[in-house]
């Protein structure tokens, strides 16, 4: 990251996520992280790969595809946990996506006891 240190201190985001799109450790469709690449050159992460290229049912984190004509969509996605209705931008075509919310819980952290302290 250093190498993309500009003069004022700060870091050229762009030019520093360009660069690990072309090493290949960045997906350049969702900008994940590709563990088990080795400088390979720009590729596309698993679930990217999958949506792409396997032709049943996929899941990813980010993005939906068109199950007529194969278009990969990852904007204005519904973010409730259920079924929608969703409209092919490039042909139309109407399908439903399944939307599965994980939900993670943060606890504070333990108090001490004032009574032990005596």
């Known amino acids: 990251m250093e190498d993309f240190r500009r003069e ?11 660069a690990r799109v072309a090493a290949g450790e960045e997906c350049p469709e969702c900008s994940g992280f ?26 990813h984190d980010r993005c939906i595809r068109c199950p007529k004509c194969g278009e990969v969509r990852d904007e204005d996605l519904p973010g409730d946990d259920g079924s929608h209705e969703m409209s092919c931008d490039s042909c139309g075509h109407d399908y439903t996506i399944k939307v599965l919310v994980s939900w993670t819980y943060v606890s504070p952290p333990m108090e001490d006891d004032p009574e032990s302290e005596s």
């Open 8 to 18: 004022d201190g700060n870091v050229d985001w762009p030019e520093y996520r360009k």
């Open 34 to 59: 590709n563990p088990h690449a080795k400088g390979a050159g720009p590729q596309l992460c698993y679930d990217c790969r999958s949506l792409r290229e396997d032709r049943g049912e996929v899941s």
